[in-house]
């Protein structure tokens, strides 16, 4: 059983379109993350939310939003793809005081 | 927010020497302190972690120290093992923001 899973593997598409990445978890975690890695391998945060706040990097362009449908999911919309958004975004979670569990990653090519 | 700056950014090592990875943070709250371990192509998986009551932790090879006052932490790796080969992040956890805040990452690599 896979303890945090995101959907799709792989994505391709073209500027300008709008996509989502999904996230699931199965382990009752109550916080959940989204992290961008670009090519230098930096791991940036992104968002966090739990079932109470959701806490944004002001750095983060206001075309990525989060949606919560419960505490288990935490997706993630794009708007208006650039071609800088092109990364690999990794969704975790974590029990508070404890380790926090990757997903796989989805690569975003946008092209 | 927590900034959290990790030295340094490549690090080459004989196999059967050791490595130190080292990272500094700024948020005097910050009380975890997870080192996570990415292989290329796959997600960052934790090998250890400290919380700040703790001076030092050891698992096998591996072990953490955290110095609270001068808000640093380190990773020490011996006996190296062309396994090890790999980019290697700290984090640090505050409990302001709930947001966990890694490091720029350190790219190690164990020659046979």
């Known amino acids: 059983d896979t303890a945090v899973s995101q959907t799709p593997k792989y994505l391709v598409t073209q500027m300008g379109n709008d996509k989502s990445i999904k996230c699931e978890q199965n382990l009752g975690h109550d916080t959940m993350y989204w992290y961008k890695q670009d090519s230098k391998k930096f791991l940036k945060i992104m968002f966090s939310y739990n079932n109470k706040e959701l806490i944004i990097n002001e750095t983060v362009p206001n075309r990525f939003s989060p949606k919560s449908p419960d505490k288990a999911h935490l997706n993630l919309h794009i708007n208006s793809l650039e071609l800088g958004d092109s990364a690999v975004y990794f969704c975790a979670s974590r029990r508070t005081g404890t380790e926090a569990f990757f997903g796989q990653g989805t690569r975003l090519t946008v092209v | 927010g927590e900034n959290v700056e990790q030295h340094p950014s490549t690090l080459s090592v004989q196999e059967g020497d050791s490595a130190v990875i080292k990272c500094t943070y700024s948020?005097?709250?910050?009380?975890?302190f997870p080192w996570y371990k990415q292989e290329l192509g796959k997600r960052p998986q934790l090998i250890i972690d400290?919380?700040?009551?703790?001076g030092e932790k050891k698992d096998q090879r591996i072990a953490v120290t955290l110095n609270k006052t001068a808000k640093h932490f380190s990773l020490h790796i011996t006996e190296t093992q062309p396994e090890d080969s790999a980019v290697y992040f700290c984090?640090?956890?505050?409990?302001?923001?709930?947001?966990?805040?890694f490091g720029g990452g350190t790219r190690l690599m164990v020659k046979p």
């Open positions: 400290i919380r700040s009551n703790v």
């Open positions: 948020d005097s709250a910050s009380n975890y």
């Open positions: 984090a640090s956890y505050g409990n302001a923001g709930n947001m966990l805040t």
